[in-house]
């Protein structure tokens, strides 16, 4: 099997490319971390092939598009993200613009510009990782929460069409995993055993998409929090707000 | 005639050279609201344009956000406006098509204007709503639930959503926000978009009647509003009270 993976030098990106390579398919990594992506291509001995793009970038992403141009891939999970996360009109508008442009429009031009180059085997899946704050909100990353919902419903979108042509579409709502990207935008006092590992999370989404799954709500809380999301939203933001916003003591971008 | 209110507010409207947003601005001003318009074009004379001296015009093209944004911010200084007691950000763009045959430059396109700019100028007028403690009102759409002719534009209605979401909690006791979501509705929107409309238009909501119903739900600060048939025709001979937007 083939795969593309964005964002796959660290966390969850990263554990899904290891769990791929170690069961013997090909993988397309993409990241923009030099370092860690050496790494990947040396312990892979030629399986992987690292691609150095920067998702921020147009003009990075289509050289990443020519790159692949002939490839036929079975599963494309667009994964990379990043986040910002603070009073949401003291943070940079520059920062703004970076979290949209890798957040949506990358993964959007990504997905359409691979059916579009017919880049797609029959049969294929392609996996988009929203967030569970598309079920619950999130108060102190409110433009994160933007771009998370604007990808689930993008996805959801696309589903028939992109069924008609074969590819089947999953949306994943990860709740709190333990990376370095949790780690970096969440309170200081949050607990780190509440977030699920990567490798767990990985697990998941891979099972998910070899499945056909549309839809995988994951992690610590995921269903209560979809349930209740669901069920009392204004509860649910009143309580994001207590349990991360309020307690946010420096703005991260 | 102007009707006699008791106070009249500053009331900022973005996309406001057509459609939804001109009825809005129009509608306001009537009632002897201050109005800043904002829009894409150059426009030679405001008071020909828009019929009233409520009304005073800025070029803010929302295709360069950071720009878009400053130009705001300065005209609020132009204006001596200490505060916004309602904002609408209202302006938007669409393309119709088969997902696949999207171009990034259409992506990026729609991403930018309809919500990287609303989210840059909600940012550069939150003091000036903080200051009269007012209202953020945007402009979603009912595609916000997803539409497979339209996978961006619903996309980044939903993205609004979201964001209003988390900043309604996020500024609780600093200012109100609301997102209303209208459906379709007999504006020039969609041939511009590319959509041939047809016989179905007929089934669209007036543009008169759906920003009678966007005024409601801005008066009763509605949290989120889905601009149903029959909240729009329930909402035909709703109007303001002295004193109320
Ligand atoms: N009509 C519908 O069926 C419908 C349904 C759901 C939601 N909505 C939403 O309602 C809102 C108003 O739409 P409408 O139907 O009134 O459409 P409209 O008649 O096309 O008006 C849109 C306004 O936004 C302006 N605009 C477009 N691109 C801009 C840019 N780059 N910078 C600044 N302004 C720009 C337009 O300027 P120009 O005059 O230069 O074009 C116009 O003033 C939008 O948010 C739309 O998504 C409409």
């Known amino acids: 099997m083939k795969a593309l993976i964005t964002g796959a030098a660290n966390g969850l990106g990263r554990a899904m490319t290891d769990q791929l390579l170690d069961a013997g398919h090909e993988v ?188 995988l709500y994951a992690g610590k809380g995921a269903g209560a929090a979809k349930f209740f999301g669901k069920l009392a939203p204004n509860m649910m933001s009143k309580m994001m707000r207590k349990v991360i916003f309020d307690k946010l003591d420096s703005n991260t971008y | 005639m102007a009707r006699r209110i008791l106070k009249s507010r500053n009331i900022l409207i973005t996309g406001a050279t057509d459609g939804l947003g001109f009825e809005l601005a129009k509608a306001y001003a009537s009632r002897g609201h201050r109005v800043v318009a904002t829009g894409r074009q150059l426009l030679t004379n405001d008071l020909d344009f828009f019929g009233s001296p409520n009304i005073a015009y800025i070029r803010a093209d929302q295709s360069e956000p950071e720009a878009a944004a400053r130009a705001i911010a300065q005209a609020m200084e132009k204006f001596e406006w200490e505060s916004i007691d309602l904002a609408i950000l209202n302006a938007a763009t669409g393309w119709t098509g088969h997902p696949a045959e999207e171009t990034p430059e259409e992506i990026q396109r729609q991403i930018t204007i309809n919500l990287t ?23 979603g759409s009912t595609a916000v639930k997803g539409q497979a002719q339209f ?71 509605d949290n989120k509003r889905i601009l149903s048939r029959t909240y729009g025709w329930s909402s035909v001979f709703s109007s303001a009270k002295e004193g109320e937007l």
């Open chain 2, 151 to 221: 996978a961006t534009y619903a996309a980044t209605k939903a993205g609004l959503d979201g964001f209003v979401r988390s900043l309604r909690e996020e500024w609780r006791n600093k200012a109100h926000v609301q997102i209303i979501h209208p459906g379709p509705t007999r504006t020039k929107m969609h041939a511009k978009a590319g959509l041939k409309t047809g016989m179905v238009r007929m089934f669209f909501m007036p543009t008169k009647r759906a920003v009678k119903a966007i005024q409601r739900s801005i008066r009763n600060r």
């Open chain 1, 28 to 215: 397309w990594a993409v990241d923009r971390d030099t370092d860690a992506l050496d790494a990947l291509a040396i312990k892979s001995r030629g399986s992987c092939r690292v691609i150095l793009a920067d998702l921020a970038n147009p003009n990075s992403i289509q050289r990443l598009m020519r790159d692949v141009k002939d490839v036929k891939f079975d599963l494309v999970v667009l994964n990379a993200g990043i986040s910002a996360t603070g009073r949401f009109e003291e943070i940079p508008g520059a920062a703004y613009q970076k979290l949209i442009a890798i957040n949506l429009t990358a993964p959007l031009v990504l997905a359409s510009g691979l059916m579009h180059q017919d880049n797609m085997a029959p049969k294929s899946q392609m996996v988009f990782i929203s967030s569970l704050s598309h079920a619950v909100g999130y108060p102190g990353a409110s433009v994160y929460a933007a771009t998370k919902d604007a990808l689930a419903i993008y996805a959801k979108s696309v589903r028939k069409p992109f069924k008609k042509r074969g590819v089947g579409v999953t949306a994943v709502f990860p709740g709190p995993i333990r990376t370095e990207h949790a780690e970096r935008y969440s309170p200081k006092d949050a607990k780190a055993n509440k977030r699920m590992l990567p490798e767990d999370m990985a697990k998941l989404i891979l099972k998910a998409a070899s499945k056909g799954k549309k839809e």
């Open chain 2, 117 to 139: 700019a609303p989210v840059l100028i909600a940012k550069a007028i939150a003091p000036l709503l903080f200051a009269a403690q007012g209202q953020l009102t945007m402009i």
